[in-house]
């Protein structure tokens, strides 16, 4: 069992899932020889051949329809846009098209498609290159939202939605693509869809979270251990269908929250987090709930990019004032 | 006339100048007619026209897709029917088309498609469920692997690309045929499905039923191009022109197109001219944008008359023949819409039921909280 890094894991759940059926193929822009331009389809061409690794023309719309066309013929596509930048001339097939087959002829044709982009900021990209657009998505009835935020959830998550019977939006958080590495087993175990994982437990506070955010939630968590506040962090994985039990579980035990993404604030994914525990465990909250987020501006260029992403030191802010407030 | 499109190699016919310039491409686009307003025939008749069953046949589809239009558009205007939209004055084209296809091609239909559908298996009484609101309409008992109808516009382009595209991967020889009209070839998923298409050279048949009308917007209006067919010609694709009220016209382009695909020569698309004589749906006033005269003028191209004028002249179709064919039509359309109207209501927990293949917990309140609204309202 290899070291491999997030990246890797997408590599190696994407092989292993074409090993597995025949009938999966890769298709985008680059992905072929190139391997992609992060190299997550790297080798596969080789391996599984031309057909079954397709080099699109530069259009992302149809790479999204195309995919939609042939999964309703007996195939299971998963298609790349190269970053998530690019991803929304393919909204509208997601939400017209694909969300809506299965509903929309009551079952008689289906989109087993996986759509997979490298999302989110801190890499210093180019412009366009760093969006974070998983609300978007998550606001598309029909459609599955996964996020992974390590190399053992991306395989195992990558892998369950490709065998998924429904459409999925795959988001990478290409933050975390050479972050770190952990062991990953290429046993084609995948991970169950729409439950969030608790990453630590904790007493007195819980932090709701999602993608590369994790690394400076479980930063910030173990700063505040050190302060003698003890943080619950749960990754909630699969965003669209949410559930929520295990967050509400969790904060009515903490009875405080803090919910953390990159993502603008405003309609961003976190609120609908925070309206849940309204709705559920209200009476459980010892203070208000808090969003650490990006602002509702465009996420600059790379040189004021540090300044919009919420860090560590912006989470354990949070933490300490809503420990106060209670 | 015997036309097709001809695309010339880059470098074909190079002629050098004496300013510098080299003529490296150059293209035609032909229209084909046979038959002409009142049955006149203008060119030599293909072969299927020898066959007076089959010409009898795509006029016997046509009249039962204007029967159901017919129906359609009065059980809209009685309150028993959501917003439809006709297909009068195209007939010629959905079932030409869909005459021409075997049962394992794929059709991807756009809205104005009732005829390619009903020649494709798709009952009436299903149609008349889809646009009286109800989903089970697109649950239909035509080929399975057919296409719903698309509404956003020229969306369904992609679709026919991907469907062709799991054909070539199994190195079938079927066809995926999607139908649009004029105002779809605007669109980027138009050009991006095309140019894969060639790319790729994928067995799809592009058919652009041309009724020269966007809802308001005029053919002119909706592109410089002189005409659509070549828009396919910049994508390394055969496009020709089909006088598309001249059923067998139609027919043999679209049979041809087809045998030309499944010998693996790459996608074809067809832009068949025609009018749309009525309203763009019945929730559109045509006479706000065009002028009666010019709707007039094209009745006179009517698909419909045109075949049967031929089918007279030809002795092959008499008035007894035009009586009992507009009496079968009336009862099969009318016992269609009496099951329509008859189809009991899905259950509100159906709106949950296919969204996945299974139910994601999450989802189980809310549709839990719908059935009880539903037995609230029951309940008073």
Same mark, same amino acid.
């Given at each position: ?11 190696? $759940? ?22 992609? #331009? ?59 098209? $694909? ?222 004032? #809503?420990?106060?407030?209670? | ?65 204007r029967t159901f239009d017919q129906k359609a558009i ?137 009724? +020269? ?7 002119? +209006? ?33 049979l041809e197109a087809l045998e ?121």
């Amino acid at each position: 069992m290899a070291d491999i890094d997030l990246l890797g894991a997408v590599n190696l $759940a994407l092989a292993r899932a074409m090993q597995d059926d025949e009938t999966i193929i890769v298709l985008g822009e680059d992905v072929g020889a190139n391997g992609g #331009v992060f190299r997550a389809t790297d080798g596969l061409q080789e391996k599984f051949g031309a057909t079954r690794v397709l080099d699109t023309p530069l259009a992302e719309c149809a790479i999204a329809g195309i995919a939609v066309g042939v999964a309703t013929q007996g195939f299971r596509p998963i298609a790349e846009i190269q970053f998530a930048g690019f991803i929304y001339p393919v909204i509208d097939q997601m939400l017209n098209h $694909a969300s809506r087959l299965r509903n929309r002829t009551r079952g008689r044709l289906s989109c087993p498609m996986v759509l997979r982009a490298p999302y989110g900021g801190g890499v210093h990209a180019p412009e366009h290159h760093s969006e974070s657009p998983e609300a978007l998505f998550a606001h598309i009835p029909g459609l599955r939202v996964v996020i992974p935020s390590s190399p053992q959830r991306a395989y195992g998550l990558l892998l369950a939605a490709i065998r998924n019977p429904d459409p999925v939006v795959f988001l990478e958080p290409k933050r975390l693509y050479h972050a770190f590495k952990e062991a990953v087993s290429d046993d084609g175990k995948e991970l169950a869809l729409d439950q969030p994982v608790c990453l630590r437990q904790g007493r007195d506070i819980t932090l709701v979270t999602w993608g590369a955010s994790t690394t400076e939630v479980l930063s910030a968590a173990d700063q505040l251990e050190t302060e003698g506040i003890s943080v619950e962090v749960i990754d909630i994985a699969t965003l669209s269908p949410l559930n929520d039990d295990p967050i509400c579980a969790s904060v009515e035990k903490t009875g405080r929250c803090v919910v953390v993404h990159e993502a603008v604030r405003t309609g961003g994914f976190g609120a609908e987090i925070v309206a849940r525990i309204a709705d559920r465990s209200l009476n459980s909250l010892l203070a208000p709930v808090r969003r650490v987020t990006g602002y509702d501006t465009v996420i600059p260029l790379p040189r004021l990019e540090a300044h919009y992403m919420p860090g560590q030191k912006q989470v354990v802010k949070a933490v300490r004032e #809503v420990m106060e407030l209670s | 006339m015997n036309s097709k499109s001809n695309q010339a190699e880059p470098g074909d016919g190079a002629q050098p100048t004496d300013n510098g310039m080299t003529h490296v491409a150059r293209f035609d686009v032909f229209c084909r007619q046979y038959i002409a307003p009142e049955g006149d025939v203008v060119a030599d008749l293909p072969k299927v026209a020898n066959d007076t069953e089959l010409l009898t046949t795509l006029y016997r589809q046509m009249v039962l897709t204007r029967t159901f239009d017919q129906k359609a558009i009065a059980l809209q205007r009685t309150g028993r029917l959501g917003t439809y939209a006709s297909v009068l004055g195209q007939e010629a084209i959905g079932t030409g088309v869909a005459s021409a296809m075997r049962d394992d091609d794929i059709l991807l239909p756009s809205f104005r498609e009732h005829g390619a559908q009903l020649q494709r298996g798709v009952t009436i009484r299903e149609l008349l469920l889809y646009w009286g609101g109800d989903e089970r309409g697109s649950d239909f008992s035509g080929p399975r692997h057919d296409f719903p109808v698309c509404i956003p516009v020229g969306s369904h382009f992609p679709h026919a690309a991907g469907a062709a595209l799991a054909m070539k991967l199994r190195g079938s020889n079927n066809v995926a045929v999607v139908i649009a009209g004029d105002g779809a070839t605007s669109k980027g998923e138009f050009y991006e499905a095309l140019n894969i298409a060639g790319v790729w050279q994928l067995p799809l048949l592009v058919v652009i039923a041309n009724n +020269q009308w966007a809802i308001s917007v005029s053919r002119k +209006q909706q592109t410089r191009a002189r005409t659509l067919a070549q828009k396919a010609i910049a994508a390394g694709i055969p496009g020709e022109q089909v006088d598309g009220n001249d059923a067998v016209a139609v027919y043999t382009a679209t049979l041809e197109a087809l045998e030309a695909i499944r010998a693996g020569q790459g996608p074809r698309l067809i832009e068949a001219m025609t009018y749309r004589l009525g309203d763009h749906t019945t929730a559109d006033n045509a006479s706000r944008y065009r002028d009666d005269e010019e709707v007039s003028h094209h009745w006179h191209e009517d698909p419909i008359s045109r075949l049967r004028d031929y089918l007279t002249a030809q002795s092959c179709w008499t008035k007894e023949d035009e009586q009992s064919l507009l009496e079968e039509c009336r009862g099969l359309v009318e016992a269609e819409a009496d099951a329509y109207l008859a189809t009991p209501a899905q259950a509100v927990s159906t709106m949950f039921d296919d969204l996945f293949e299974v139910l994601p917990d999450a989802l189980k309140l809310q549709r839990e909280q719908a059935i009880e609204a539903v037995q609230g309202d029951q309940n008073g």
